[in-house]
């Protein structure tokens, strides 16, 4: 039987605009959920019982007023915790910051806040979100829905391991690396990077980098552009927005629906690895069974991908450029209070050079133009989401893939960055499970300022594989996550990434 919390984000709306579900009755169904099945996974790390349930009585009260309804109205959401939620422990994984209290939401966050979403708690991250083992020394480790000894990866696995769990219908997430796309991928959910610009920030210390965006999580593919419909927004403290007097050029109002799309007439591309990413042989199986299931509903299908070559180092030195920028006086004055994932980063970043800089900033550039001319010949790019099965969190990287040594804690995530440098839109859509019985994930990638169309082949393939019981979205094992012992109970829950 199907529970209240396990309904998706646009038919709780529904019931709640039109008097069938109470906001009440949705929310508390989410903390029973969440207190059933959290501590064996340790996904939502803060909890504010009290003015959830506050906010859930005003949003029902709004209803039966007959209110003018926010397209959140009355939704339970759940806030990464790298993202500031006013009067709500934000600690950012960071024993610097273990019991900070902000004054204010973050600007994405108010804008959800403001669209009707009732704020349940934060979800675990690694520490400053370095990473992609959801591990940090405030909170202790999350663990996969499917197996809780396994990574859920991250920077966002809390957020992805909350709503696999029915905790909350949709989740707030960040990506550089594939912080968001990632942990989708390893806990069956889906998650969204938008183009860069779109959902504006005003927190970047880099302003004009691409790199890193705030994006939504959701279970499926309509509730994610419903979320982004909302995080999309115009904002003059962020560069990248590119405000115009008047014209906010990168979200105009309902714009963020998902079109119909015609598969039939896309021109598929498809890629294990873009060329260099170092992805396990399994994994290369399964997804070349994915392309010989979904090829035959496009129009065309071939092998090919853009030329990323210098991927790795211009990822790293603009990577490491970051950490520098926001890290570099803690690690001078207090190392010790800094975990090994942002210490190496900041190490990293002091030994190169401005010409290091330069040539990352123009390897960037190249690979950007080298994706306008492959997206002149092809409508849609897939490759899996991440390069490897889920190993123990217990790990605190993989140290190798197939026996091959990996270049850096991050190198696993190069088929997330390949995406992250162009700066194009991308997508994470579950489809079914490996060859260990755990989550398979599909990365849907598409032309610059693309998102309506990622989100339209995405749901046109969710609809496809949803009676396919092999490349459907899996659901974890929430009785035995009931009656699994608390995760703190392992041995090293609360040591550093």
């Known amino acids: 039987m199907t529970e209240l919390c396990d309904l998706t984000a646009l038919e709780l709306r529904d019931a709640i605009a039109h008097k069938r579900l109470s906001p009440v009755e949705v929310l508390e169904a989410c903390l029973d959920r969440i207190e059933a099945v959290n501590p064996a996974v340790n996904a939502m790390v803060t909890l504010d019982v009290e003015g959830a349930r506050k906010a859930a009585v005003e949003a029902e009260a709004a209803v039966m007023r007959g209110d003018a309804l926010g397209p959140l109205h009355g939704l339970p959401l759940a806030v990464k915790d790298t993202q500031d939620v006013g009067g709500m422990r934000t600690t950012y994984g960071s024993p610097l910051f273990a019991e900070h209290v902000p004054a204010a939401d973050a600007g994405s966050v108010a804008r959800l806040r403001a669209a009707g979403a009732i704020i349940v708690g934060k979800t675990n991250t690694p520490e400053w979100a370095a990473g992609a083992n959801t591990r940090n020394p405030v909170y202790g480790a999350t663990g996969n829905p499917f197996d809780p000894l396994k990574s859920c990866a991250g920077s966002s696995g809390g957020a992805a391991v909350a709503l696999a769990c029915g905790m909350t219908p949709l989740a707030t997430g960040s990506d550089t690396g594939g912080s968001l796309r990632n942990p989708a991928g390893f806990c069956g959910i889906v998650g969204m990077r938008p183009s860069y610009g779109l959902v504006a920030s005003e927190r970047r210390l880099h302003g004009w980098s691409s790199l890193s965006t705030d994006g939504p999580m959701a279970r499926n593919v309509s509730d994610t552009a419903l979320m982004l419909s909302v995080m999309a927004s115009d904002d003059s403290r962020d560069p990248l927005a590119y405000t115009l007097p008047g014209e906010p050029v990168r979200a105009r109002p309902g714009r963020w ?3 119909e799309i015609n598969l039939k007439e896309l021109r598929l591309a498809f890629t294990e690895d873009f060329g260099f990413a170092p992805t396990e042989q399994q994994i290369r199986r399964v997804f070349r069974s994915r392309v010989a299931a979904l090829a035959p509903h496009f129009a065309t299908a071939e092998e090919a991908g853009p030329d990323c070559t210098g991927a790795d180092d211009a990822f790293a030195v603009l990577r490491a450029s970051m950490f520098l920028s926001m890290f570099e006086k803690i690690h001078a004055e207090k190392p010790h209070m800094l975990g090994p994932n942002v210490t190496a980063n900041v190490k990293e970043g002091l030994s190169y050079s401005l010409s290091d800089y330069a040539r990352a900033a123009a390897t ?24 490897l099965s889920p190993r123990p969190w217990s790990e605190p990287h993989p140290a190798e893939i197939d026996g091959v040594p990996t270049r850096s804690y991050f190198h696993w995530l190069a088929l997330a960055y390949a995406v992250t440098l162009a700066g194009h839109p991308a997508i994470s859509l579950p489809l079914g499970v490996d060859e260990a019985g755990m989550p398979f994930g599909l990365q849907i990638v598409g032309p610059r300022g693309g998102d309506a169309l990622v989100l339209g082949v995405a749901k046109a393939l969710e609809t496809v594989c949803a009676s396919d019981a092999a490349l459907c979205r899996p659901v974890p094992d929430l009785a035995g996550l009931k009656a699994a012992r608390p995760l703190r109970e392992t041995p090293g829950f609360m040591t550093w990434e």
């Open 257 to 259: 629906t998902v079109p």
């Open 364 to 387: 960037q550039t190249r690979i950007y133009r080298s994706y306008q001319s492959f997206f002149a010949t092809h409508d849609v790019l897939i490759s899996p989401t991440i390069t």
